[in-house]
Structure formats: structure tokens, C-alpha cells
């Protein structure tokens, strides 16, 4: 049983317009949530974070939010850029460990 | 950068043969992961070490072993290699803040 799952396996937008991926979590006992941003043939490169206490967190063009009633995050990003085009896996932290969603490719088109 | 490097970037190997993955880090960081990425399925954690010498399991650790020695480096081992064992292997560290910073990867090919 999936305990982080991003339910869209992809998502294409325009240069310029805003970029929401989503992520839905069932265990309670997460505390901390990441989001990490992966290009072909790298490791997985950390964007921003926010811990349970605080339900958003802003860092440049990306916000993350998190609604813990819904055990739901999202991260936006304004204005998308060809460059954000990339697979962005969210991950949630329980006792000094990780658990990842299966991710979510996203395209930016110019 | 985290100062996390992996050895070697890629391996082809063949089945039932034993592989050892290195991972290696400079700045004295307490925590070290394995992952495995395949399609579909994220990253999921094989073994983790919160010391020389501690480690522990994660979510996929059968077939696997790991061991630390030195603070800066944790091997993984794959006793006897199968197919299903072909993937993208990260390691990755804690680093400030309780984020885990991850190494290039290696990828895995069982024949």
C-alpha cells in the first residue's frame, strides 16, 4: 500500500503559466515533506520543503502547501520555465526516513 | 553538492554474480541511504546507517546488505545478483535541516 502516491504521471504547461503538482499521503505519523526535482541520468536534487507545523512555505518561484486535515501537499511554481521541465517526486519523513511518490513529469513548453 | 560521490556510475553484471556499490561522502554526515528507482515507483529505501557500524532496513531490503565501516563510506552489497535487482541505485545523506541530499546514481544491469 502506497503511503505517498502523485496521482498525475505527467503534466504539460505553457512557459510563463503557473505549474501545481500534487501529492497525497495516509500515514499521520509524516512530519516533514520534501520536494525533489530529478533530470535524466541524475540523482534527485532537493527544492523545498515544509515541515507539519507550518501549512505553507515559499522559496523563489516555488511555494509549497500543505493541508494536513486532507494529508495533501502541492507545490506551485510561477512562472514555469522550459528549464522546470523535469520529474518532481514528493517525499514525506517519519523517523529519520523517506518515502517517496511514484512522481510526475512535467513539460514546459515554450 | 553534497560531497556525495558513487562507484561505479554503471555496472553490467550477470546473474547470481555478488556486486558491491560504494558510497562515498566528505562532510562527516551521521545518516546514509540506499535507494532504488525504478518506473512507477519512486525512490524506495533498501538499508539505512545512523552510525559506524548501525544500520538498518527500509522497504525493500531483501537481497541486499550493507555495511559502514568508516563514517564516510556505506557499501551496498548484492550477494547474488538477479534480474530484478536492475535499477538505479542513489545513496544519499542528512545533511542541515533534516533534507537528504542525493549522490549522482549508478545504474545496475543484471543479465
Known amino acids: 500500500d502506497q503511503q505517498v502516491k502523485q496521482n498525475s504521471p505527467s503534466l504539460s504547461v505553457q512557459e510563463g503559466r503557473i505549474s501545481i503538482l500534487n501529492c497525497d499521503y495516509t500515514?499521520?505519523?509524516?512530519?516533514?515533506f520534501l520536494w525533489y526535482k530529478k533530470y535524466p541520468a541524475e540523482g534527485p536534487t532537493f527544492l523545498i520543503s515544509?515541515?507539519?507545523?507550518?501549512d505553507k512555505n515559499e522559496d523563489g518561484r516555488f511555494t509549497v502547501f500543505l493541508n494536513k486535515s486532507a494529508k495533501h501537499l502541492s507545490l506551485h511554481i510561477v512562472p514555469s520555465q522550459p528549464g522546470d521541465s523535469a520529474v518532481y517526486f514528493c517525499a514525506a519523513e517519519a523517523g529519520n526516513m523517506l518515502t517517496f511518490g511514484g512522481g510526475t513529469r512535467l513539460m514546459v513548453k515554450p | 553538492d553534497a560531497g556525495i560521490t558513487q562507484s561505479p556510475r554503471h555496472k553490467v553484471t550477470e546473474t547470481g554474480t555478488p556486486v558491491t556499490l560504494r558510497c562515498h561522502q566528505t562532510e562527516n554526515h551521521r545518516y546514509m541511504y540506499w535507494y532504488r528507482q525504478d518506473p512507477g515507483h519512486g525512490l524506495r529505501l533498501i538499508h539505512y546507517?545512523?552510525?559506524?557500524?548501525?544500520?538498518d532496513k527500509g522497504e525493500v531490503s531483501d537481497g541486499y546488505s550493507v555495511s559502514r565501516s568508516k563514517t564516510e563510506d556505506f557499501l551496498l552489497t548484492l550477494e547474488s545478483a538477479t534480474s530484478s535487482q536492475t535499477s538505479v541505485y542513489f545513496c544519499?545523506?542528512?545533511?542541515?535541516?533534516?533534507?537528504?541530499?542525493f549522490g549522482p546514481g549508478t545504474r545496475l544491469t543484471v543479465l
Open positions: 546507517s545512523y552510525g559506524v557500524k548501525d544500520t
Open positions: 515544509i515541515s507539519s507545523i507550518k
Open positions: 500515514n499521520s505519523m509524516f512530519d516533514y
Open positions: 544519499a545523506i542528512k545533511g542541515s535541516g533534516d533534507t537528504q541530499y
